[in-house]
T-cell receptor, first 118, second 114 residues
Framework: GAVVSQHPSWVICKSGTSVKIECRSL??????MFWYRQFPKQSLMLMAT?????????EQGVEKDKFLINHASLTLSTLTVTSAHPEDSSFYIC??????????????FGPGTRLTVL | GENVEQHPSTLSVQEGDSAVIKCTYS??????FPWYKQELGKGPQLIID?????GEKKDQRIAVTLNKTAKHFSLHITETQPEDSAVYFC?????????????FGQGTELSVKP
């Protein structure tokens, strides 16, 4: 149980275009989802926290107009990178938590999406 | 804000030896400490976690210890195998209205030589 999927697993796009990444909880309802970015040989950096039906909370330094997050249902959150540039190339990872044990804070991670902007 | 320091950044051991990775955290309110294994090109995989009401937890060859007073926690891997080679991350979080935001350490690249 507690499986999180991401789609696509990798994407290559041209500079200036927008890219949408989906994060789905397959066998549980995710009231909270998190989006991380990871550059090569670095740690995971939290970008934003999204709760179903409400606006995402962005970490300091993350442009909310560039990284659009939508958490429209309890099983789906999307991250859209708008007007992507080569510096946005990175590994994007989502995670999800269930309402069942919020006090324990356990997060279930997706497999990640490799974005390359040419 | 909360900060998690992880050492060492790289660790090389011979197959069969033990490996120890250490983390310290700054926020005394943190109460959940997971460890993740990340293989190249994949998402993090939870390998073990510990809550603040427990001092030690073991799962086969993996164990985690927590010293709340010193704000330290460590990952111990015994009888290492080549398939243990990966990057390991520690993290810390606390209960609250932010839904348990995880703060990650910098990562340790473990290499197990046959």
């Amino acid at each position: 149980g507690a499986v999180v999927s991401q789609h696509p697993s990798w994407v290559i796009c041209k500079s200036g275009t927008s890219v949408k990444i989906e994060c789905r909880s397959l066998d549980f309802q995710a009231t909270t989802m998190f989006w991380y970015r990871q550059f090569p040989k670095q740690s995971l950096m939290l970008m934003a926290t999204s709760n179903e039906g409400s606006k995402a909370t962005y970490e300091q330094g993350v442009e909310k107009d560039k990284f659009l997050i939508n958490h429209a249902s309890l099983t789906l959150s999307t991250l859209t990178v708008t007007s992507a540039h080569p510096e946005d190339s990175s590994f994007y990872i989502c995670s999800a938590t269930t309402d069942g044990a919020p006090s324990y804070n356990e997060q279930f991670f997706g497999p990640g999406t490799r974005l390359t902007v040419l | 804000g909360e900060n998690v320091e992880q050492h060492p950044s790289t660790l090389s051991v011979q197959e069969g030896d033990s490996a120890v990775i250490k983390c310290t955290y700054s926020d005394s309110a943190s109460n959940y400490f997971p460890w993740y294994k990340q293989e190249l090109g994949k998402g993090p995989q939870l390998i073990i976690d510990i809550r603040s009401n427990v001092g030690e937890k073991k799962d086969q060859r993996i164990a985690v210890t927590l010293n709340k007073t010193a704000k330290h926690f460590s990952l111990h891997i015994t009888e290492t195998q080549p398939e243990d080679s990966a990057v390991y991350f520690c993290a810390a979080s606390k209960s609250g209205n932010q839904g348990g935001k995880l703060i990650f350490g910098q990562g340790t690249e473990l290499s197990v030589k046959p």
